[in-house]
């Protein structure tokens, strides 16, 4: 008996895969075409994504900011992390997501909803042309996290007074020298909730005897840090960032601190 | 498998998919061999590992002491078998390494001359048969890495890496190191030759770049590798047309020379493209690096996917190469694993660390020795008997 449960790939294609013929569904009464066309169905990756949504209330900020998702939490979902890589890049590339830096750490991402976004930075500040000329043109055409002084005279053709209100507006944020930042205006709080309340859950497991604990008894913890933003979205995301190993246990999931 | 095998007989499938399908089989379920070790020579830690790559049957190990070990692992049919060393180089013998051992390399054609790089700024070419250096380069500078390419035909270049920023290569046949690659602006801690073409060469250096040479131009450097494909809007600006956050600890060609694989003390791996030079994205996750030295990991041959043994601490990670997913974790040894080589022919690995053990890891598909059934048989048959025969005493 192996003791150690691993995947072996299924070399000698023991398994076969079904394959399900299109005619079959077409008894249905329905057009086959419509049933089946792939495009329809979402990618593994967008449907964590609006898993982890839904886990975000965004009522408890006073509709202060979008749904902020971390790129990490949906490694802890999805397991394939280069799957996960590459369907957000697919996303991007069709606008339905936007990408951007936040924190200190070099591959620190996080990804908000364009139509969010939008809807976001047309609450914050409305009726200003600056802005609506910024969402039209590089919200929509231009997938980077960041932006360059070339670029945004050359291509989007903005002058020096637009750039400085947009920084001011909180869109932009000074990366270095003539090259910017895109950002998320007031997601200061945010920033300040998550980190609090990541501290706080690390502080409780590393008080833990042998720094472990049953994701049950952690979820039934009351820490007054987590309340905000929901100890769902916190857990998802200390197993993102590797913070913490998720171990299976026959007392169900175990999470252990990393050293 | 015996689908397999009547599919090779009656030629549906190629005969090397049959071998590849039981070699992946085999890469993905080491464990720590229960039956053999290696006998322990070195009294410090083993720094470096290398298996001849013409009969695959001796294990040429350095130590941190200066003391290099061949052992033979042709392999008796017994349990408990302790892979005995051939010859060694001890702290007694005149012409040993003063310093820390770094690098050991069989000569790839035979087995009658291996080459070793130390921390006495020196690498000495030795001639197996006499276990005496048939020739001595030395350097400035301590030496990290040396390589010396697989399928040169028309080059005898070893390609040494120290803390000066330039690549030396030293030829065999003239005994003196006829050029130097320029480039890098930090030690060189890791050079590898490409498997697939003699004069494609790869450097890993501190100032967190890879470089790709060609020996043969004058301007040798081909392409410095580029994490993020060219895009400046993913990291700061000073990680600009680097291939790592961090130095660069270790890199490993895949067996068909066209992916390269490369550690650093950014804690990540990644996976380039060696045509293009491109990052290929893989994304393997966070892998603990501990070592600021070079790091010798190796990639297995012959499987399809093929996997990367990468030390990580006192342990070893197994990670796919193409997807980037975890397999395993070799646990094993008692203090840190400095490298690891991989057996091509037996698809074996053999590891050594701080702990001063050279370690076998087999693959564990459940079957047992025949041997061990044999002596056991007395009490066996009796158990195992005839099916018709009750289990009634015939006393009663």
Known sequence: ?259 | MLSFLSARENGTHRPSALSRAEATRRIFSLELSKDRDVQRIHDSGVNTLDIDPVEGRYLLSGGTEGVIVICDLECRPQENYTCPSVCTIGRSSRHVHKYSVDTVQWYSHDTGLFTSSSMDKTLKVWDTNALKPADVFRFETIVYDHNMSSVATKHCLIAVGTIHSQVVLCDLKSGSSTHVLRGHKASVLSVKWSPRDEFLLASGSRDSKIMLWDVRRAKSCLSILDQHNGEKGKGSTEAVNTAHNGHVNGLSFTSDGLYLVSFGTDDRLRLWDTMSGKNTLVNYGKVDNVSRKGSKFTVSYGGSPDVAFVPMGSNIAVFDIYTGEYVATLIGHYNNVNCCTFHPLYQELYSAGNDSNILIWEPELGQKTDVAEKKDNKQSSSTVGNAVQDTWSDED
Not at chain 1, 71 to 88: A, E, G, P
Not at chain 1, 119 to 132: L, Y
Not at chain 1, 163 to 170: K, R
Request: with cysteine.
């Open chain 1, 1 to 259: 008996m192996k003791r150690s449960k691993r995947i072996v790939p299924d070399v000698f294609k023991k398994k076969r895969k079904v394959v399900v013929s299109a005619g079959l569904q077409s008894d249905w009464g329905c057009d086959q075409d419509s049933i089946l066309s792939n495009l329809a169905l979402p990618n593994d990756t967008k449907v964590a994504l609006d898993y982890v949504k839904s886990l975000l209330h965004v009522e408890v900020f006073e509709f202060r900011i979008p749904t902020i998702i971390f790129k990490h939490q949906i490694y802890s979902i999805v397991h394939n992390k280069t799957t996960v890589d590459r369907q957000l890049e697919e996303l991007k590339e069709k606008k339905v997501i936007k990408m951007f830096k936040l924190g200190i750490a070099v591959d620190e991402f996080c990804i908000v909803f364009t139509d969010d976004y939008k809807q976001h930075v047309k609450r914050q500040e409305p009726d200003n042309k600056t802005i609506d000329k910024f969402l039209d043109t590089v919200v929509d055409r231009c997938p980077d996290v960041s932006l360059t002084k070339s670029t945004m005279i050359n291509e989007f053709c903005f002058t020096d007074e637009e750039i400085t209100h947009l920084v001011s507006a909180g869109l932009l944020t000074v990366r270095d020298v003539g090259s910017w930042w895109l950002a998320i205006p007031g997601a200061g709080i945010f920033m300040k909730t998550f980190v609090k309340g990541r501290q706080s859950l690390l502080r409780t497991i590393r008080k833990c005897k042998y720094q472990e604990i049953l994701q049950k008894n952690l979820e039934e913890k009351k820490l007054a840090a987590v309340k905000k933003l929901g100890m769902n979205f916190h857990i998802l995301d200390i197993i993102g960032a590797e913070l913490v190993k998720k171990i299976q246990t026959t007392s169900g999931c175990l999470l252990r601190l990393n050293e």
